[in-house]
């Protein structure tokens, strides 16, 4: 287990809260990029890969946490863009 690899996952972590409750209350998706989106949960599904086939630890809840909130940005991403499309 690497504390570089935990301080990583914990500062990106820490942003995403941030990021749903704006993309919740503001109904927008100004200033957010789908396809980031997607490349983020690409490189966190590549973590737990890593972490399921070589080095199997508790790391592995904070990639899967993060996949989690960046997964629900994703999904308010979508909610906005109908929500913008319908008006």
Do not use: Q
């Not at 100004?30 to 890969?49: P, Q, W």
């Not at 904070?62 to 629900?72: E, K, P, W």
């Amino acid at each position: 287990m690497s504390i570089f690899e935990i301080i990583m996952l914990l500062c990106f972590g820490m942003a995403w809260p941030f990021s749903i409750y704006k993309s919740y209350t503001s109904k927008s998706v100004e200033g957010k990029s789908l396809f980031f989106l997607i490349v983020i949960l690409v490189g966190y599904v590549a973590g737990i890969i890593h972490k399921l086939l070589y080095v199997r630890d508790m790391v592995i809840l904070l990639y899967m946490l993060n996949f989690i909130m960046v997964s629900i940005d994703v999904m308010l991403y979508m909610r906005n863009k109908k929500l913008i499309k319908e008006k």
